[in-house]
């Protein structure tokens, strides 16, 4: 299966933005222009509740805006790819595991991480 997320990220002006302070005694405005994401997943369904999904994302975009002035620089750039899977261990429980690193990274998201998950489910039906 494969399915996919697009999301747009929108942010409000700071106009106290590091202002008042011992070092800037006037005040700063800051602005950031939207973050645009998209996130992908193909998965694989072993049998009921065991799956496994490739992950990857990517996002672009939130220049930043000193008092006006844009920084091209604050441009952002990166994605993440990735891993997850989910194995049931009772007719509610699963635990889930996954794991990513950055790939194209500009600012932040260098990293790799590793989580695990124990899930339970109220809903639905348990086969």
Same mark, same amino acid.
């Given at each position: 299966?494969?399915?996919?997320?697009?999301?747009?990220?929108?942010?409000?002006?700071?106009?106290?933005?590091?202002?008042?302070?011992?070092?800037?005694?006037?005040?700063?405005?800051?602005?950031?222009? !939207?973050?645009?994401?998209?996130?992908?997943?193909?998965?694989?369904?072993?049998?009921?509740? @065991?799956?496994? %999904? @490739?992950?990857?994302?990517?996002?672009?975009?939130?220049?930043?805006? @000193?008092? *006006?002035?844009?920084? !091209?620089?604050?441009?952002?750039? %990166?994605?993440?790819? *990735?891993?997850?899977?989910?194995?049931?261990?009772?007719?509610?429980?699963?635990?889930?595991? %996954?794991?990513?690193?950055?790939?194209?990274?500009?600012? /932040? /998201?260098?990293?790799?991480?590793?989580?695990?998950?124990?899930?339970? %489910?109220?809903?639905?039906?348990?086969?």
């Amino acid at each position: 299966m494969l399915d996919g997320y697009l999301a747009v990220s929108f942010f409000t002006t700071n106009p106290e933005f590091f202002s008042h302070n011992a070092s800037f005694s006037g005040t700063n405005s800051q602005s950031q222009k !939207p973050i645009g994401a998209f996130e992908g997943h193909l998965s694989y369904d072993v049998k009921q509740r @065991l799956w496994f %999904s @490739l992950d990857g994302n990517f996002w672009f975009g939130g220049t930043t805006s @000193l008092n *006006g002035v844009q920084n !091209p620089a604050s441009r952002q750039i %990166s994605s993440r790819i *990735g891993g997850t899977g989910s194995v049931p261990i009772t007719k509610n429980q699963s635990l889930k595991f %996954s794991y990513s690193k950055g790939i194209h990274v500009r600012y /932040g /998201g260098n990293y790799k991480n590793f989580s695990a998950a124990w899930q339970y %489910s109220w809903l639905g039906r348990p086969n």
